[in-house]
């Protein structure tokens, strides 16, 4: 019950902004989504580690921080600042600073027919005026969860944009829609929004990206809703690489429909602490989720090391649906890693078959992970597997490796990396996996020259010394 | 100047010391054979040569080309020319043999100064000394000795040693887990390697092995010390008598 602090004042004044913002713009359903949102967070304020969900995560650095919204073309990003943020091969690029569109930043190229890209905002007020704007107050909202979640009510209260797409019946993109979501500036809260509309039968694959230029700490707090038609085909890409100042709770809700099928994979290597949750519901016969997902986490410069939580909550609504989860974590220095899994399977989820792995490296005696599945299980003709494994690098593939001629180093970084390539080798979509793989092998590479800098992390090398002398 | 000089070696794991005093000198060209019942100590004396962390020296020097060997980390050691065929191979997943190898060839490479090979130089080689092996080429992309059969690993680690050609090689135990044929094939590829600037350390329970792989000596390490030392008829002798003999009236043959 942590209501009117001080600090949560600057979320009431950014909800009054928005909401005075949107006066005689948005449609009523949306101030009332406002409203309901606002309520909710307000009457619930931050959770504390006595709520369940919350357990393994704490957010007082996060509610003591007085993170505000930020002013109207506060920031001006030079386009050639974002340019190293482009990612080869991709369909368009959708750049939000700060939670705001920015149009001249983005990159429409030439959107094939049968694809709808814009920003939700736009997509509202072209409603407004009667153009085309279908779909959005039936999907808006619909899915993710205000009750269960204070984060979505706060996103839902606070959101001023994000990206709307909504892909035609049968329709099949070739290449990645990529949607970049840029933090810049002190102490500025953004929440942004991303509606996905994939009618039946079509196929596509989307990135979401969330960067910071500069040092400074942000509050990204994203929800984004994927609505999957019967037989859909889509890939999502979440990729967290904020500074380690940064904290990020982002939600994903994916509606499955029937024969639906779903990758998600969460790519989790910047942010100081993050939160992601990834909440499919397979609410159609035959659907199938993959949830795939790879975190690492190290030190920073200041304070305590990177805290990284995975919440997964998949719902079997639907007989014959199939649910994959797997998450491998990497943690160095005083990283803190947590993975959650639960399944819900419902009782009419006959035949469901979901299965769960989380299987994590520490690299070192401070590093830790909190692991904890969690199935509730409706129905009796199911079948549910879930495994959890922690461990240190393997010191005899080490040895194997060094007794070939590969420096300490190298080994080390060539294992970690097989490491993550469990997860990079479940990504389908060749142009967003060849963009992770780059981003994985960097973050590695720093951890490695990390570890070599401060002569941190080699695992053996830490041991006693079990030597016997004379 | 011998190419290795074991001298007096003790060194223990986990506290508990193997190695009671080892002395042992290889000349380049030679081929010795190291016989001994089980748990004598045959893989700690290899592991303490590629430098394994784990087992700590407490006595003792071994000279390798004339540099301390003890000084060494296993990747200068490799480099140097040290190889190690494994008792036990170890599985590595997710990285491909092909790729694992020519890392391996350019960091030792590296060491000597020489430019690494690309791809187009090291492949036609790794598939000639596949083919002289007989291993399929469809190993080549698979993850290193994953899900290979215990003969697999131990061809694959003799393929490992053809290519990166090392100054000793010692091999632990290749003979275990090989099928005849595959016995055969690998000691033609071990004396296909044999020359006056090589030597092997040829560990093996079976005098069968020395049948294709002819030693130049034969010792027999018992609880930590050789116990024994002669030419190629002591491992007859032993196949015959049994380790008890080689245990009961050691004579301590080892010349020095
Ligand atoms: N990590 C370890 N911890 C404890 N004891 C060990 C360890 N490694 C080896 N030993 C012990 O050291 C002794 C020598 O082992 P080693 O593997 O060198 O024997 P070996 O001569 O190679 O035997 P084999 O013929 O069965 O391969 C054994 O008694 C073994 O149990
Ligand atoms: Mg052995």
């Not at chain 1, 019950?1 to 600090?7: I, L, S």
């Not at chain 1, 919350?54 to 007082?60: D, I, K, S, V, Y």
């Not at chain 1, 039946?200 to 038609?229: C, K, R, W």
């Not at chain 1, 099928?261 to 910047?270: A, E, K, R, W």
Request: aromatic share 6%; with cysteine.
């Amino acid at each position: 019950m942590a209501t009117t602090t001080p600090r949560l004042e600057k979320y009431l004044e950014a909800y009054e902004a928005v909401r005075a913002q949107g006066h005689d713009r948005e449609p009523v359903w949306l101030e009332q989504l406002r409203e309901d949102g606002w309520a909710r967070f307000s009457a619930k304020g931050f959770p504390s580690t006595h709520d369940e969900d919350w357990r393994f995560t704490n957010l007082a650095a996060l509610a003591k921080t007085a993170f505000r919204r930020a002013a109207q073309g506060e920031i001006a990003a030079p386009a050639e600042q974002l340019e190293r943020y482009r990612v080869a091969g991709t369909a368009c690029q959708l750049v939000f600073i700060n939670g705001r569109f920015a149009p001249q930043l983005s990159d429409l190229g030439s959107l094939p027919d049968g694809l709808l890209v814009c920003s939700l905002k736009q997509a509202i007020d072209c409603g407004r005026e009667g153009c085309a704007p279908e779909g959005i107050e039936q999907h808006l909202g619909r899915y993710a969860n205000m009750d269960r979640d204070v984060f979505t009510a706060l996103n839902t209260a606070l959101w001023e944009d994000g990206a709307y797409l909504r892909v035609r019946r049968g329709v099949a993109l070739e290449q990645p829609i990529h949607l970049l979501y840029v933090s810049a500036g002190a102490q500025i809260a953004t929440h942004p929004r991303t509606l996905i509309i994939a009618e039946n039968g079509s196929q596509a694959s989307v990135i979401e990206d969330y960067v910071s230029l500069g040092s400074e700490a942000a509050f990204s707090n994203a929800v984004t809703e994927l609505a999957a038609g019967e037989e859909a085909v889509i890939a999502h890409f979440l990729v967290e690489r904020e500074n380690t100042a940064s904290f990020n709770v982002s939600t994903l809700r994916i509606e499955q429909s029937r024969s639906a099928q779903v990758d998600t994979h969460s790519i989790l290597l910047g942010g100081g602490l993050v939160r992601n949750n990834v909440h499919p519901v397979l609410n159609g016969e035959g659907a199938e989720c993959l949830i795939n997902g790879l975190f690492v986490g190290a030190g920073r410069q200041q304070g305590a090391g990177q805290h990284m939580d995975n919440y997964m909550l998949v719902e079997h609504a639907q007989p014959h649906c199939s649910s994959r989860q797997f998450y491998n974590g990497i943690l160095a220095d005083n990283a803190h890693g947590v993975f959650h899994g639960r399944i819900v399977v419902h009782k009419d989820a006959q035949k469901t078959d979901a299965k769960q792995t989380n299987r994590n490296l520490l690299l070192s005696d401070h590093a830790r992970i909190d692991t904890k599945p969690q199935l509730e299980i409706y129905a009796d003709d199911v079948k549910c597997t879930h495994g959890a494994t922690i461990g240190q690098i393997d010191e005899s593939q080490l040895f194997y490796l060094r007794s070939r001629g590969f420096t300490l180093a190298d080994a080390r970084n060539l294992l970690l990396y097989a490491f993550a390539a469990e997860c990079l080798d479940r990504m389908r979509e060749p142009a967003a996996r060849e963009f992770a793989e780059a981003l994985i092998r960097e973050r590695l590479e720093e951890l490695t020259a990390a570890a070599k800098a401060t002569g941190t992390g080699a695992q053996e090398e830490s041991e006693p010394n079990r030597e016997e002398l004379g | 100047m011998a190419l290795l000089e074991i001298h007096d070696l003790h060194a223990s794991v986990e506290g508990h010391e193997i190695l009671k005093g080892v002395s042992l000198t290889v000349n380049a060209g030679e081929v010795h054979s190291i016989m001994g019942p089980n748990g004598s100590g045959k893989s700690t004396l290899s592991a303490v040569l590629a430098r394994r962390d784990a087992y700590k020296v407490t006595g003792g020097t071994v000279l390798f080309n004339g540099k301390d060997l003890l000084e060494m980390d296993p990747e200068e050691a490799a480099c140097e020319g040290v190889f190690l065929a494994f008792q036990y191979p170890v599985e590595i997943p997710g990285i491909g043999n092909a790729y694992f190898l020519r890392s391996a060839m350019n960091a030792i490479r590296k060491h000597h100064g020489e430019d690494e090979l690309d791809a187009m130089d090291f492949l036609p080689l790794y598939k000639e000394r596949m083919k002289l092996l007989e291993m399929d080429e469809k190993f080549m992309n698979r993850s290193v000795n994953e899900g290979f059969s215990g003969g697999e690993k131990k061809r694959n680690e003799i393929l490992q040693m053809a290519m990166l050609e090392p100054k000793l090689a010692i091999l632990d135990e290749t003979d275990s887990g090989l099928d005849i044929d595959a016995l055969r094939i690998v000691s033609q590829g071990v004396n296909a390697m044999r020359g006056k600037d090589r030597a092997f350390l040829v560990i093996t329970h079976y005098q069968r092995l020395l049948n294709y792989i002819k030693p130049d000596y034969v010792h027999v390490l018992v609880d930590g010390k050789i116990a024994r030392s002669g030419g190629p008829e002591l491992a007859l002798e032993l196949e015959e008598k049994g380790y008890g003999w080689a245990e009961a009236d050691a004579p301590q043959a080892q010349p020095a």
